[in-house]
């Protein structure tokens, strides 16, 4: 079992406060070669544990890290989801990194890609990765929608 979390910050900028936040994320061995792969965000006051299931493969691993992530950005910020297109574990530079590549659901043929390099786990770097293509389009939509604007 693997888990990373990140420290807590107490003084942050208002803008800072809109972005979500990555607090774990781990893959837990299942009987007959399943992982589990819980992955929790947070987005202002509102957190998230998401889960995603399958055999354990490395591979499908960074992929369930993906869609748990995705799941649980959908639950903390109420924004239509995005489409998961992919995932790949690629060396580069002598260092392992991760790429995932994400839709706008609702806006047709817009692709996004986050890519992380492996710090302590894959699966943190897929979460992680998730959580790079995300926020900067999240930040288009709140304010597209009025929410976040100063009172």
């Known amino acids: 079992m693997t888990a990373q979390n990140t420290p807590s910050r107490s003084a942050e900028s208002p803008a800072t406060d809109r972005r979500v936040r990555f ?32 055999i354990g493969t490395e591979t499908i691993e960074i992929r369930l890290a993906a869609l748990a ?30 790429l995932v590549a994400l839709r706008d ?10 890519a992380v390099p492996v710090r302590t786990t894959h699966v943190a770097a897929a979460a992680a990765a998730v959580m790079d293509a995300t926020n900067r ?11 976040g604007q100063p009172d």
């Open 137 to 147: 389009i999240l930040f288009r939509r709140v304010d597209s929608e009025g929410a």
């Open 23 to 54: 607090v774990s994320a781990q893959a837990e061995r299942q009987p007959g070669s399943r992982v589990r792969v819980s992955v929790e965000v947070q987005f202002e006051d509102r957190s998230h544990l998401a889960q995603a299931e399958g």
């Open 105 to 114: 659901a609702e806006a047709e043929g817009t692709r996004y890609i986050g």
């Open 69 to 98: 992530t995705l799941e649980a950005i959908r639950e903390v910020t109420d924004t239509p989801p995005f489409r998961f297109v992919g995932v790949k574990l690629m060396h580069a530079f002598d260092a392992d990194v991760i």
